[in-house]
């Protein structure tokens, strides 16, 4: 490992902007751990990066358990012998109005795009404070600046994601602890797939016609982790060029 390659965990790393993370750092040098339940998905995106002369591994991970998270942070740890960088990146859209009731959907919603961030961050941190530093990037959205019908429970756990990434880093003074929080606009994924609800699908179809392709959150990601340590990029929105939202 050369002094610039930094080990990089990325959760939901089978697709989207993981997937386009995971290629982006690994065709930089990094070494890079990927997590996701798919790990057909994960086993073919690592035969590709060290097909290509990067360095790969994965392991299943469900960021809903918080054990199965330390769990990959250690096995990332003993695979590369350290943990740099934490990319807390998996997450579920599934939009409907909240008179829908969709109770079990919004449970999910909290369930993956909050806690899974806070296991994150509990799994990597004790790590990161022991080495003497590390990066952490959270990956919100838009949504955690505004919100939008149907969209109530998702705002709300990436507004979560947003006041978390800033608790942690205010809880760093000295910088030993990089926090960026990286909120793109629409983008391609399959984070629209999960959604059930007939009028929010509809409408997330039209919005989705500017998507930005995930390889622009994936450049978001790398110029933050590759700035100096006493550089702490905190915050960075990526929009479509031609979207309001």
């Not at 959604?195 to 994936?218: E, F, H, Q, T, W």
Request: proline share 4%; hydrophobic share 45%.
């Amino acid at each position: 490992m050369t002094d610039a390659a930094k080990v990089v965990a990325i959760t939901g790393a089978s697709s989207g902007i993981g997937n386009a993370t995971a290629r982006r750092l690994a065709a930089d040098g990094h070494h890079v751990f990927l997590g996701a339940r798919r790990t057909d998905r994960l086993d073919a995106l690592t035969r590709e990066i060290t097909a290509s002369g990067g360095t790969a591994a994965f392991r299943r991970l469900d960021v809903t358990d918080a054990a199965d998270v330390n769990a990959f942070v250690t096995a990332a740890r003993e695979r590369y012998g350290r943990v740099d960088v934490m990319v807390n990146n998996a997450g579920v859209m599934p939009l409907s109005p909240l008179d829908a009731l969709r109770v079990d959907e919004w449970d999910r919603t909290i369930d993956v795009n909050v806690r899974g961030v806070l296991h994150g961050i509990a799994a990597a941190l004790p790590l990161m404070r022991a080495q003497g530093g590390g990066h952490f990037v959270n990956v919100a959205s838009v949504g955690a600046y505004e919100v939008s019908p149907t969209a109530a429970v998702y705002c709300a756990s990436k507004f979560a994601v947003r006041a978390i990434s800033e608790g942690l880093r205010q809880e760093s003074p000295d910088g030993s602890i990089r926090v960026t929080l990286v909120s793109p606009g629409v983008t391609e994924s399959e984070l629209a797939d999960g959604i059930n609800d007939p009028a929010a699908r509809g409408a997330m179809k039209a919005y989705r016609a500017v998507a930005l392709p995930a390889s622009a959150i994936a450049d978001a990601i790398t110029y933050a982790i590759s700035q100096p340590a006493r550089v702490d990029v905190n915050e960075i929105v990526v929009r479509p060029a031609a979207s309001a939202q």
